[in-house]
């Protein structure tokens, strides 16, 4: 079954994500980042960053398993194709952000092996005052089945 323009719009329920420094500094160490804006904190207080924050691709991260999209998708059909990160402001260590992903875009393409989809998932973070901090745009490509 292929999807349709009616999920576009669809959202997940909105869960919190608390950025926690142990989480910060596991998740900096697994990639190989020993930038000191993640885990110095006295480093941090005399950048202009005024603190710690993330590193930019964190936000893959912050995602505590609640983010299910009302949506039935075959997941041997599914290939991660693009990610990206777009920040209105830094991600805080000690930040509690309200997360939700949205169905932003569905659109087809004809490959080699047969017409694809792509489903393009955005997960929006607030803060408590409900400004976005950031968007976590995934796109997940939607393969035909094999005949």
């Known amino acids: 079954m292929d999807l349709d323009k009616s999920v576009v719009g669809l959202t997940s329920k909105e869960y919190v994500f608390?950025?926690?420094?142990?989480?910060?500094?596991?998740?900096?160490?697994?990639?190989?980042?020993?930038?000191?804006?993640?885990?110095?904190?006295?480093?941090?207080?005399?950048?202009?960053?005024?603190?710690?924050?993330?590193?930019?691709?964190?936000p893959i991260a912050m995602n505590n398993g609640d983010a299910e999209l009302p949506i039935d998708l075959d997941h041997r059909r599914m290939l991660h194709g693009e990610q990206e990160f777009i920040y209105h402001k830094p991600v805080r260590v000690g930040d509690r952000l309200?997360?939700?992903?949205?169905?932003?875009?569905?659109?087809?393409?004809?490959?080699?092996?047969?017409?694809?989809?792509?489903?393009?998932l955005d997960?929006?973070?607030?803060?408590?005052?409900?400004?976005?901090?950031?968007?976590?745009?995934?796109n997940i490509v939607y393969r035909s089945l094999a005949k």
Do not use: W
């Open 98 to 120: 309200r997360c939700q992903m949205i169905v932003s875009d569905l659109y087809d393409k004809e490959g080699k092996s047969g017409k694809m989809q792509f489903l393009k």
């Open 123 to 138: 997960t929006e973070m607030k803060d408590e005052s409900g400004e976005l901090v950031c968007i976590s745009r995934m």
């Open 18 to 58: 608390e950025v926690e420094n142990r989480h910060v500094g596991q998740f900096a160490a697994a990639i190989g980042d020993n930038n000191p804006l993640y885990t110095d904190e006295e480093y941090a207080k005399q950048s202009a960053y005024e603190g710690l924050i993330v590193p930019p691709t964190f």
